[in-house]
């Protein structure tokens, strides 16, 4: 079996809308999957201040600092792209992020109470003119930890949970090695 064989994951439909993100994913392992994808899908990389905001609204108060340091990372991204370190995302310049596949993973054991979600996704850039990106970012692999808490996901930091991070094969599409590292495909509720 490979990842591109098999059934897609669907995720859960937001049931809401706040800060720039979506809301109102239910508390099992779909419903953190969906967070994590909606979340990265949705989030400003490149826009400082709505990041802060989207970042506060979904980030665990236990996790100390990591809203600065997102921001912080924002901000060097945004100077090394020849921009202001603050501001919004270029006029006329639109992102669009796509996950493709995910790995996830209880920290909690069969409570799945803190969720490790690994996801392989791609990012294109439209110019204002409607012109393609000539190097979007394909292939790229990020996680986060998500951990149920006041009946929301919110993304942590925490050292208990960092520390049972674990680390996935590469992703491919046609990889029975993939499948079996538990890597599933994404699709959008319809």
């Given at each position: 079996m490979?990842?591109?064989?098999?059934?897609?994951l669907?995720?859960?439909?937001?049931?809401?809308?706040?800060?720039?993100?979506?809301?109102?994913?239910?508390?099992?392992?779909?419903?953190?999957?969906?967070?994590?994808?909606?979340f990265?899908?949705?989030?400003?990389?490149?826009?400082?201040?709505?990041?802060?905001?989207?970042?506060e609204?979904?980030?665990?108060?236990?996790?100390?600092?990591?809203?600065?340091?997102?921001?912080?990372e924002?901000r060097?991204l945004?100077?090394?792209?020849?921009?202001?370190?603050s501001?919004?995302?270029?006029?006329?310049?639109?992102?669009?992020?796509?996950?493709?596949?995910?790995?996830?993973?209880?920290?909690?054991?069969?409570?799945?109470?803190?969720?490790?979600?690994?996801?392989?996704?791609?990012?294109?850039?439209?110019?204002?003119d409607?012109?393609?990106?000539?190097?979007?970012?394909?292939?790229?692999?990020?996680?986060?930890?998500?951990?149920w808490?006041?009946?929301?996901?919110?993304?942590?930091?925490?050292?208990?949970?960092?520390?049972?991070r674990?680390?996935?094969?590469?992703?491919?599409?046609?990889?029975?090695v993939s499948?079996?590292?538990?890597?599933?495909?994404?699709?959008?509720?319809?």
């Amino acid at each position: 079996m490979t990842p591109d064989r098999a059934r897609k994951l669907v995720l859960e439909k937001p049931t809401g809308q706040a800060d720039g993100l979506s809301t109102g994913f239910s508390k099992g392992p779909v419903g953190a999957i969906s967070a994590t994808v909606h979340f990265w899908e949705e989030y400003a990389f490149l826009d400082d201040r709505k990041a802060r905001q989207q970042l506060e609204a979904i980030v665990s108060p236990d996790a100390g600092g990591y809203v600065d340091e997102q921001v912080s990372e924002v901000r060097t991204l945004r100077e090394n792209a020849g921009l202001p370190p603050s501001g919004g995302t270029p006029a006329g310049i639109t992102f669009s992020t796509t996950v493709n596949a995910v790995r996830a993973t209880s920290l909690t054991g069969t409570e799945g109470k803190v969720v490790q979600v690994w996801m392989n996704y791609d990012r294109y850039a439209t110019q204002a003119d409607g012109s393609p990106d000539d190097e979007p970012l394909k292939d790229e692999t990020t996680d986060l930890l998500l951990k149920w808490q006041n009946g929301a996901w919110r993304i942590t930091n925490e050292p208990e949970y960092l520390e049972k991070r674990s680390f996935p094969r590469a992703y491919f599409p046609d990889s029975n090695v993939s499948w079996a590292d538990g890597w599933q495909q994404v699709r959008h509720a319809g």
